[in-house]
C-alpha cells in the first residue's frame, strides 16, 4: 500500500510538471504570435510609407504636423503631366489612416493593432530631403505584450531629381 501512494505521489508530480510545462509553452506561443503580428503590422505600414515618401517631391509642412505623437504627413508627388498628386498619412482612433487626392484609401494598420504615436520629422539638407517615421505599436488589450516602436528614414527621392 506504501509502495503504491508513493508510486501514486510521483505520477501526480509528473503530471502537475507537464501541464505546468505546457501552460509555458502555450503563453509563449500566444507571445509569439503577438510580437509576429506587431511586427507585420510595422511591416505593411512602412513599406507603404517608404514607397511614397520616395515617390515625393515636397512635403506639405504648412498642412502636415510634424514631430508630434499625433503626426499628419501630406505628400506631394508630380506626375509625367506635371500635375500634383497629394498623400496624406495620419493618425486616427489609433489607426494609420491613408488620403490619396482627398479620397480615404483607408487603414494602413489592422484592427487588432493600436498605434500611440505617429511622429513624422522632415530633414532637409540642399536640395535634399528625407523625413524620419517614428510609429509605436502595442496589440490588443488583453495581450501581455509591451507596446513596441518602430523607426524609420526615408529620402524624397523627387526633392533631388528635378
Request: aromatic share 8%.
Amino acid at each position: 500500500l506504501v509502495e503504491m501512494l508513493i508510486s501514486i505521489g510521483i505520477i501526480t508530480l509528473l503530471l502537475l510538471v507537464i501541464i505546468e510545462i505546457s501552460f509555458s509553452i502555450s503563453k509563449s506561443h500566444e507571445r509569439s504570435r503577438d510580437f509576429l503580428e506587431i511586427n507585420s503590422a510595422s511591416v505593411g505600414a512602412f513599406s507603404r510609407f517608404s514607397r511614397d515618401i520616395r515617390r515625393a517631391t515636397t512635403v506639405d509642412t504648412v498642412n502636415s504636423t510634424l514631430g508630434g505623437s499625433q503626426g499628419k504627413l501630406v505628400l506631394n508627388m508630380k506626375r509625367d503631366d506635371g500635375t500634383n498628386d497629394v498623400t496624406t498619412f495620419y493618425l486616427e482612433e489609433e489607426k494609420v489612416k491613408e488620403r490619396f487626392n482627398g479620397t480615404v484609401v483607408g487603414d494602413l494598420t489592422p484592427a487588432v493593432m493600436s498605434i500611440s504615436n505617429l511622429t513624422f520629422r522632415l530633414f532637409t539638407v540642399a536640395s535634399t530631403s528625407a523625413i524620419r517615421v517614428e510609429m509605436t505599436i502595442a496589440p490588443s488589450a488583453s495581450s501581455t505584450v509591451p507596446a513596441v516602436n518602430f523607426y524609420g528614414t526615408y529620402v524624397l527621392r523627387g526633392s533631388y531629381v528635378e
